[in-house]
């Protein structure tokens, strides 16, 4: 017996460990099923709020875009109806007029002053963190109903604005209320708003390695050809992410030109933002399969820009590797 089990061949350890790791024992099994339902109970309220709140009033909104529908009667079905009403509608096409001037001019404003306000900051200025607040501030508030009354108070006939331009011999206009100057009011309201991307460019300039611009002294740089040559290419990521945020959160401003106009989008339609004319025609003429229809063509227009941008990201965009 003693001979049988000497010649038995002995089992190789690094074949067996496999098999101990594909044998999990109860203990485990029940530890790992214990920590599977905590997550999907973590991840319970996100899925029910996906659900009901995002997935489905997005997919009933693609619904009534294809009916006609006043939020009281019964809807009725009408094809690509609101679709092709939208061609002819004049005031949509004004409503997109304002928005794109809006995008196009308050978005590159803020994005320069948020990016040459950063590299002040970065200096090393005292009192960095107060600096920091106080520029944020207002990208907190911008959108707030009350920093909007506010901005009427001051660019309206009696403003601040018009109260300062008197002290120097000017008579100012009711800037809100003029045709011409109303919408620049308001680019200039989102351009103040600058703290939120200022924050991200900071970051992004602290993780600029220093040795670049000691590099770049040396060989008798000057400060121009560093920021071309070292700020911007390097900081080219932050400013992608900071642009395609900013050119989302432009297209969808409602707030600011619902106060500073009364809701009407005036004078002359020239605050008649797209999000506005939108909520005119869901809520104040209970149009809701025509509003609907308009917001998947704001969807469509956002998700294009935002297309566009990462495509041509490639061509500008410098991530190191």
Do not use: C
């Not at 006939?157 to 011409?180: C, M, R, T």
């Not at 103040?192 to 602290?206: D, E, N, Q, S, Y």
């Amino acid at each position: 017996m003693s001979a049988l089990l000497q010649r038995r061949p002995k089992a190789d350890p690094v074949a067996a460990a496999p098999a101990a790791r594909t044998k999990p024992s109860a203990g485990n099994q029940g530890a790992k099923r214990r920590e599977n339902l905590a997550a999907y109970g973590f991840l319970a309220p996100w899925f029910v709020g996906l659900l009901f709140i995002t997935a489905g009033p997005l997919l009933a909104s693609l619904y009534f875009s294809f009916t006609d529908y006043n939020l009281i009667g019964e809807h009725s079905w009408v094809g690509l109806e609101n679709y092709s009403r939208m061609l002819e509608d004049e005031r949509l096409h004004n409503s997109l007029r304002v928005t794109f001037v809006y995008v196009f001019v308050s978005v590159p404003l803020q994005l320069a002053l948020a990016l040459a306000l950063a590299m002040v900051l970065d200096r090393g200025v005292r009192g960095l963190p107060l600096y920091r607040s106080v520029y944020y501030l207002p990208s907190l508030l911008g959108g707030s109903v009350a920093i909007a009354i506010l901005w009427r108070q001051v660019f309206g006939a009696n403003g601040l604005i018009n109260q300062v331009l008197g002290f120097f011999g000017i008579q100012g206009e009711g800037w809100v209320s003029h045709p011409d100057y109303a919408l620049g009011t308001l680019i200039v309201l989102n351009v103040w708003t600058f703290g939120a991307p200022m924050v991200i460019f900071l970051a992004g300039l602290r993780q600029i390695p220093r040795m670049y611009y000691e590099a770049a002294s040396v060989d008798g740089a000057g400060p121009l050809y560093k920021f071309w040559h070292i700020t911007v290419p390097l900081l080219t990521p932050i400013i992608f992410f900071n642009l395609v945020l900013q050119i989302i959160n432009a297209f969808q401003t409602f707030t600011q030109a619902f106060i500073v106009s009364g809701g009407t989008g005036g004078p002359s339609d020239s605050t008649m933002f797209y999000t506005l004319y939108l909520y005119q025609r869901g809520f104040g003429s209970f149009e809701m399969g025509y509003a609907s229809a308009m917001a998947w063509l704001l969807l469509m227009i956002i998700g294009g820009f935002t297309a566009v941008n990462f495509l041509a990201s490639k061509y500008w965009v410098f991530y190191g590797d």
